[in-house]
């Protein structure tokens, strides 16, 4: 998307209402995205995350130094998904698989920025993870809200999006589980904690 169009849609995609679920149009964007499975152990997790953030920093200096662009750093998104429902449901950790990206928009961000960055992060973190890379995801219709509170205490809001919203209007799950952290959890008290809670949806019949 341009400048001006992913400004104007930062807002409505960023930060719904946490009082209750909305529904909007998810366009297709582009990410740096790292994928996994399990999360019992977080080493693999965090060291995804670790390698996003290391590689997506040095490009707000280049923005502005090379390009006259001011480049603000995008949030953390987490995909999570298992085989079995029942294992997400449930929150079986050592059986769900996830993906880790940032948004890599607006599209004046190219691939050669991200090699730079790739290069520049190998020399503190050594090897990139496998699959480490920039790629468009598009999810559409999608039902979403804000959950206010640490990440345990997302089930109850995530319980009530697929058994009283969905069938209520007449919509079924399309797609993974989609959370959007706002927060950084180092430096957020719990309580105080944002993240967006979003499900791609279809309509029924």
Partial sequence: ?????????????????????????????????????GAADRTALDHAVKWLFTVIHP??????????KNFVEPPLEGLWWADDVQDFI???RDKLKWRMMIVYEPDWLTE????????????RLGEPPDGLRIESYHEGLSAQIMHVGPPSEEGP?????HQEFLPANGLLPHGHHHEIY??????TEPEKMRTV?????RRSG
């Fill in 90 to 92: 449930c929150g079986n």
């Fill in 197 to 201: 809670l979003r499900q791609p949806v």
């Fill in 157 to 161: 809001t995530v319980a009530r999006l």
């Fill in 112 to 123: 050669e920025m991200f090699e730079d960055g790739v290069a520049a992060a190998k020399t």
């Fill in 59 to 68: 490009i707000k200096r280049v923005a502005r130094e090379r390009m006259g």
């Fill in 182 to 187: 706002l927060t950084d959890p180092n430096r």
């Fill in 1 to 37: 998307m341009k400048d001006a169009d992913m400004k104007a849609r930062l807002k409505e995609l960023y930060l719904p209402p946490a009082t209750e679920f909305v529904l909007v149009d998810v366009p297709e964007m582009r990410y740096l995205m790292v994928d996994g499975r």
